[in-house]
């Protein structure tokens, strides 16, 4: 088994604090932190850094999430790496 980065991947959408709608209306560039996004829904109209900082807790349990399972298949990998390694030793048990 080899570390899968592409596993642990993700997508989460960003939702409007106001009405919890996950669509936005922007202008062509967004890559500014200051660019201004507009709910398609509501038409609720904030900056991307506030749309995230909105999103925060929502953004933190996701990367929680991720990082707990990257950790554990790491974790897995490591252990399997060693007992390869060592197979056949008869002083040396992986456990």
Same mark, same amino acid.
């Given at each position: 088994?080899?570390?899968?980065?592409?596993?642990?991947?993700?997508?989460?959408?960003?939702?409007?604090?106001?009405?919890?709608?996950?669509?936005?209306?922007?202008?062509?560039?967004?890559? &500014?932190?200051?660019?201004?996004?507009?709910? @398609?829904?509501?038409?609720?109209?904030?900056?991307? %850094?506030? +749309?995230? /900082? #909105?999103?925060?807790?929502?953004?933190?349990?996701? &990367?929680?999430?991720?990082?707990?399972?990257? @950790?554990?298949?790491?974790?897995?990998?490591?252990? %399997?790496? +060693?007992? /390869? #390694?060592?197979?056949?030793?008869?002083?040396?048990?992986?456990?």
């Amino acid at each position: 088994m080899t570390f899968d980065a592409k596993k642990h991947s993700r997508s989460v959408p960003l939702m409007c604090p106001t009405c919890g709608g996950t669509e936005f209306e922007h202008a062509e560039d967004v890559t &500014a932190s200051d660019a201004s996004v507009r709910c @398609a829904r509501c038409g609720l109209e904030l900056t991307k %850094d506030e +749309l995230i /900082r #909105a999103n925060q807790e929502n953004l933190s349990m996701h &990367a929680k999430e991720v990082a707990e399972g990257a @950790a554990k298949d790491l974790t897995q990998e490591l252990r %399997d790496t +060693l007992r /390869r #390694a060592f197979s056949g030793s008869k002083n040396i048990r992986i456990k």
